[in-house]
């Protein structure tokens, strides 16, 4: 029953995504249907998976496909950390669709096998207990990614999307780099094994393991965007259509996942060695990241880009916060990574219900200010200009639209009564106690101010679309379009309110992560025939 | 052989890397087919280098210290795979750009003539 449970997320979306691709366009209704029929299905199953991880003694499951012994075949492993982010996926990816359904499915073909694709590579990437695995799926999600960033078409996107692609391609080049100098040192890609051998290791070999380790995590990093190699996401995402956008909200945080999973798996305390190799790195890695964010965010002139330079932050604060090793931190960290992922979705979301319909739409995005200034008069004093002329009609969308900004500026700035606060509370609290250095608390400070940060610009990106120009025509707003924007705020404010069973969840979570001993128990049973 | 090996993907991935920096997407996409070509051998050698010695094995099955590793040739295989259409999408995306913007400068602007 477990082992159906872990194949199931790969196999069902990439069998949807090959029936879907043989229905072709002209059966449009039918697709739909299966796109909704299989998101609903992975949202149960990964539920279902969750249950059957967290369970008092279940520790994770495992799926050797095959039945061959780790060792030699491939295996899938289910444990609280990958069963939460099947979860989030899935979840994001049921809130995303109607969007997608709604406005932008039109402008271009086969944007629902490409969901299902996608959710293929990123389970994947989850559940694979294997590095080269982990490659391949990595390539599965970044290919229909590459399609998914091209939807629509137009000069913009196809040249965001040209970067986006280049230096993906590079980065696995690196990550192929990277798998073998650690598949020549220790001869195994298994991620139990490594682990199980990594304390071992004779001396003269350790050095290009570290190096191997290092080019891995560099093509992770550029995933997550971390400063110096995340200057492509802002502009790409801010390219992408919205609801790509929302789903690729989701895209940093694998990069993330799989620091997490291989820095504690490999690095961690009982590494000897080894432990806690490359986290100073991270660490500072971390601060830069979310500084580089915080400007880019306060200087950012289209809604958009707003939201592109929010993932970075929410990247940069978690490569912090991960790079500490702590456990309490760790809980917090994917508290908010949960968090950020919804929030950020939905903004993505709504910086797309703003964009105006016409011809030029491919090439159009809101715009805060003019690049160019064509007048004298700013913004602000246009407020005021108009301010004592018109009475501003508050509609019933527009005022939706309203609520959902201010739902998302505080859940990204982490402001009560949200459940940001919560999530970013969890995380920064045992940050000064249990790690007390120089380079924690530079984080701890960097991580509040971009809180303040967060809210002046979102501040000032609300003030420009809903209060300074009283001339402004909303665009009509679907439904579609609303349902994901609600689902995705709902279910933010549903967390604000039941926080404590998440959040034991989260800490069950965090403690199996930084004892790995019991993964690797898990995965390769002492009554296995040793090599 | 180690040292013809080793300047091989040297020169090949140092090559690729120039290339991947000039502004033509061209240049950009001969780039990263000789970055891949580097990584490609370099994951082929990683099995160890032996001249003179039996493609698979020698005599009766049984001595493992004759077999080569046939992973990384697994390895390599999938990765020329995936960097074969991955490349050959960039390449649509490449004309699609040429396309659009009318020129084949990296940003889509050519600013030198």
């Known amino acids: 029953m477990n082992s159906l449970l872990i194949i199931t997320p790969i196999v069902l979306p990439l069998l949807v995504a090959a029936l879907q691709l043989l229905m072709g366009e002209k059966s449009r209704r039918a697709v739909t249907v299966l796109s909704i029929a299989s998101c609903v299905t992975l949202v149960a199953i990964a539920a279902a998976l969750l249950m059957s991880v967290s369970g008092e003694g279940a520790l994770s499951a495992v799926y050797r496909i095959g039945d061959w012994p780790a060792r030699f075949g491939i295996v899938l492993v289910a444990d609280r950390l990958s069963a939460l982010m099947v979860l989030l996926s899935s979840v994001l990816a049921l809130a995303v669709l109607p969007a997608a359904l709604a406005r932008w499915q039109h402008r271009g073909g086969h944007v629902q096998p490409l969901l299902q694709f996608l959710l293929t590579g990123l389970h994947g990437a989850f559940l694979t207990g294997d590095l080269f695995n982990l490659f391949v799926f990595f390539e599965v999600l970044l290919a229909a990614s590459y399609g998914l960033a091209l939807h629509g078409s137009g000069a913009r996107r196809v040249s965001a999307g040209l970067h986006y692609i280049a230096v993906n391609l590079t980065a696995s080049m690196l990550f192929l780099l990277g798998v073998s100098l650690i598949f020549g040192v220790t001869g195994t890609l298994n991620m139990a094994a490594l682990a199980e051998l990594i304390p071992t290791l004779p001396e003269h070999t350790r050095a290009l393991l570290h190096a191997g380790a290092a080019i891995l995590g560099v093509a992770f990093l550029i995933k997550t965007a971390m400063w110096p190699l995340g200057f492509w996401l802002p502009r790409t995402y801010a390219a992408a259509s919205p609801a790509v956008a929302a789903m690729f909200a989701l895209m940093t945080k694998v990069g993330i996942y799989v620091l997490l999973r291989l820095g504690l798996l490999f690095f961690g305390d009982g590494a000897g060695p080894s432990s806690h190799f490359g986290s100073v790195w991270m660490l500072w890695g971390g601060v830069a990241t979310v500084l580089a964010g915080t400007i880019g965010m306060l200087g950012a002139r289209d809604l958009a880009k707003l939201a592109g330079y929010n993932v970075v932050v929410s990247s940069g604060t978690l490569l912090g916060a991960i790079s500490l090793h702590v456990p309490a931190v760790t809980t917090g960290a994917l508290a908010y990574l949960v968090i950020s992922t919804l929030a950020v979705a939905a903004l993505f979301l709504l910086a797309g219900v703003f964009v105006p319909e016409g011809e030029d739409e491919a090439d159009d995005t809101l715009q805060l200010e003019p690049y160019e200034q064509v007048g004298h008069t700013s913004m602000v004093e246009d407020l005021y200009a108009h301010e004592d002329e018109s009475r501003v009609v508050v509609t019933p969308p527009v005022a939706m639209l309203g609520l959902g900004f201010l739902a998302c500026a505080l859940l990204l700035a982490g402001l009560p009564p949200l459940s940001g606060f919560p999530a970013k509370l969890a995380m920064l609290a045992p940050m000064p106690g249990a790690a007390a250095n120089s380079g924690t608390m530079v984080l701890f400070a960097v991580i509040i101010s971009a809180g303040l940060c967060t809210v002046i610009a979102m501040a000032r990106a609300g003030i420009h679309v809903f209060w300074a120009d009283p001339e402004r025509t909303f665009p009509r707003v679907r439904a579609g379009e609303t349902l994901s924007i609600l689902i995705l705020l709902g279910l933010c404010v549903l967390l604000s309110v039941w926080v404590g069973a998440p959040l034991h969840y989260l800490d069950a979570a965090a403690r199996q992560l930084h004892a790995p001993a019991a993964y690797v128990e898990q995965v390769l049973p002492a009554t296995e025939i040793q090599p | ?113």
Request: cysteine-free.
């Open chain 2, 1 to 113: 052989m180690e040292l013809v090996l080793a300047a091989a993907i040297g020169i090949l991935a140092a090559s690729g890397v120039w290339l991947l920096l000039r502004p033509r997407t061209f240049q950009v996409i001969i780039g990263l087919t000789l970055i891949s070509y580097a990584v490609n051998l370099f994951i082929f050698s990683i099995g160890g280098l032996r001249t003179g010695a039996d493609p698979v094995l020698h005599g009766a099955a049984g001595d493992i210290a004759q077999y080569t590793d046939p992973l990384p040739q697994a390895l390599v295989l999938t990765a020329i795979v995936i960097g074969f259409a991955t490349t050959a999408l960039f390449l649509v995306v490449l004309l699609a750009s040429r396309g659009l913007t009318g020129n084949d400068h990296v940003d889509g602007e050519d600013g030198t003539p």
